[in-house]
């Protein structure tokens, strides 16, 4: 089992949508948690930390259950500029590393 | 203030060759950590350098090693090439004693073994 799984993709949504990703996690000792962004041939860049209590920064939601171990991405009113593969990523307790989904791809069209 | 800088930025190689990648991590940043990146996978790490010493490490081959300059750039050399080593690697740094969400991905060197 991969420590970290991502709903598959692409995904492909007109602009203005709402789209939701979905992702888990194996190690439940896993201590800090984000979402990454990654354009074409490009390096990942961080898009925002997810927190139990969830956070939002504009048009993104996070959420992060622990329990469940899973966590979530929405984003809503969905941009061209929003296509890119969106990869959920796990820091291990007491590791300085970053442990990555395989990605999921959106593609928004007009 | 340049970001983290990668060299270089493709290459081609052959099996069995041996490979060297460079990274020049961000200014003030003296951590170093490599990354894997196979087609349609997401990063995979491979280990970390901090005061010129491997400090953590994945789950890759003693092919795979590295080293860190006293000016914090690194090396990441992959020896006896398969061609399952085809992937992007990337370069993170990050400052010490700060946490893994500063980490600053360069743009990666892509290695295609044939």
């Known amino acids: 089992r991969k420590e970290v799984e991502q709903d598959p993709g692409p995904f492909n949504v007109p602009e203005g949508a709402t789209v939701a990703f979905n992702c888990t996690y194996s190690?439940?000792?896993?201590?800090?948690f984000f979402w990454y962004r990654q354009d074409c041939r490009k390096e990942p860049k961080l898009l925002m930390s997810?927190?139990?209590s969830g956070n939002e920064d504009g048009r993104f939601t996070a959420q992060l259950n622990r329990a469940s171990q899973y966590i979530s991405l929405l984003i809503r009113d969905s941009k061209l500029s929003d296509s890119a593969t969106y990869l959920c990523?796990?820091?291990?307790?007491?590791?300085?590393?970053?442990?990555f989904g395989a990605g999921t791809r959106l593609a928004v069209h007009p | 203030d340049a970001g983290v800088t990668q060299s270089p930025t493709h290459l081609i190689k052959t099996r069995g060759q041996q490979v060297t990648l460079r990274c020049s991590p961000k200014s003030g940043h003296d951590t170093v950590s490599w990354y894997q990146q196979a087609l349609g996978q997401g990063p995979q790490f491979i280990f970390q350098?901090?005061?010129?010493?491997?400090?953590q490490r994945g789950n890759f081959p003693d092919r795979f090693s590295g080293h860190q300059f006293p000016n914090y750039s690194s090396e990441l050399n992959v020896n006896a090439l398969l061609l399952g080593d085809s992937a992007l690697y990337l370069c993170?740094?990050?400052?010490?004693?700060?946490?893994?969400?500063?980490?600053?991905f360069g743009p990666g060197t892509r290695l295609l073994v044939l």
């Open positions: 993170a740094s990050t400052p010490q004693g700060v946490g893994v969400e500063t980490q600053y």
């Open positions: 990523v796990v820091n291990p307790w007491g590791y300085n590393k970053l442990i």
């Open positions: 997810v927190y139990s």
């Open positions: 190690n439940s000792a896993s201590q800090s």
């Open positions: 350098y901090y005061e010129e010493e491997e400090r």
